[in-house]
Nanobody, 114 residues
């Protein structure tokens, strides 16, 4: 069973932008509070951003107004638009619900380096 498939990662220089996408294969997508997580090398997975069913968003402190999270309830997709990327943003990015109750996908690698 594959609940989520992340895509859109890649290599970026500091200051650049990337847009990540996640396809969520659940029937009640519109009822779920969704989130992006990331895991840096040697670190635990951490929460990056959340979006509620009504579109309300929250962001981790380290985001500092550089990321935007969006959802499309028709296409069942979750998007994370990232700008002004920093080397510290390097990691594997995952999507899931805020309760992390979907099967984890493989994630998408983001590498920020000069």
């Amino acid at each position: 069973q594959v609940d989520v498939v992340e895509s859109g990662g890649g290599f970026a220089q500091p200051g650049a932008s990337l847009s990540l996408s996640c396809k969520v294969s659940v029937t009640d997508f519109d009822l779920k509070r969704l989130a992006w997580y990331r895991q840096a090398p040697g670190s635990q997975r951490e929460l990056v951003a959340t979006i509620a069913t009504g579109g309300q968003t929250t962001y981790a402190a380290f985001v500092e107004d550089r990321f935007d999270i969006f959802r499309n309830n028709i296409k069942k997709t979750l998007t994370l638009r990232m700008r002004n990327l920093r080397p510290g943003d390097t990691g594997v990015y995952y999507c899931n619900t805020v309760f992390a109750d979907l099967s984890w996908g493989q994630g998408t690698q983001v590498t920020v380096s000069s």
